[in-house]
């Protein structure tokens, strides 16, 4: 079965200060989405991409998803307090179309 | 606001209780799922309704029971729960297919088991 994993764990930053997270599957990617939730809440789509090389922003964030499509990186801008949360990778699988699988998703702080 | 309510939004119950998850999407999507959420692990698929058939169970106890009785609604009916069951379950949905649309997800229900 494919797997996400999520790198890193956790993250603490300073407000204003630029960070990284990234997702890495098991097998090639055919369509990654990233999710931002708030701790005990649902979660609030940010982006999908599908193409290698293709490259996404929303006001500060942006992600890519490399060329060999199995590995996305998503990139924070001068980080504010509200961006805090936890941030989830997530892939559909192409054996079951109707199936989003998940990383187990990086907790962000960012200190005032 | 994301278009998928779900009710209740904190539930406590014992393990002899029957009780129901509600979900409930305004955006005319075609297909809604079960998800659970444990601390420390990744989001489990439990359930997928498509065109309002079941699609995917993935080796989910008989203890859960899904019902979608039409495309805007899903409910997730719950009896005989362990401890272990304790965690955030999480509605969403899509308009299939599947690839090409991102899923849309409603705040959770946040269930206790004691």
């Known amino acids: 079965s494919q797997e996400l994993e999520q790198s890193p764990q956790s993250l603490i930053v300073q407000e204003g200060k630029n960070l990284t997270i990234n997702c890495t599957s098991s097998k090639t990617l055919y369509g990654l989405y990233w999710y931002k939730q708030k701790y005990g809440e649902g979660l609030i789509f940010l982006m999908m991409l599908q193409k290698g090389g293709e490259e996404k922003s929303h006001e500060k964030i942006t992600a890519k998803l490399d060329e060999k499509k199995q590995q996305s990186s998503l990139h924070i801008t001068a980080s504010q307090p509200s961006h805090a949360g936890i941030y989830l990778c997530g892939a559909a699988s192409l054996t079951g179309a109707n199936n989003l699988f998940f990383g187990t998703g990086t907790r962000l702080t960012v200190i005032p | 606001e994301t278009g998928v309510t779900q009710t209740p939004r904190h539930l406590v119950m014992g393990m002899t209780n029957k009780k129901s998850l509600k979900c409930e999407q305004h955006?005319?999507?075609?297909?809604m799922y079960w998800y659970k959420q444990s601390a420390k692990k990744p989001l489990e698929l439990m359930f997928v309704y498509s065109l309002e058939e079941r699609v995917e169970n993935n080796s989910v106890p008989s203890r859960f029971s899904p019902e979608c009785p039409n495309s805007s609604h899903l409910f997730l009916h719950l009896h005989t729960l362990q401890p272990e069951d304790s965690a955030l379950y999480l509605c969403?949905?899509?308009?299939?297919?599947?690839?090409?649309?991102?899923?849309?997800f409603g705040q959770g229900t946040r269930l206790t088991v004691v």
């Open positions: 969403a949905s899509s308009q299939v297919p599947r690839l090409e649309n991102e899923a849309f």
């Open positions: 955006l005319g999507h075609n297909a």
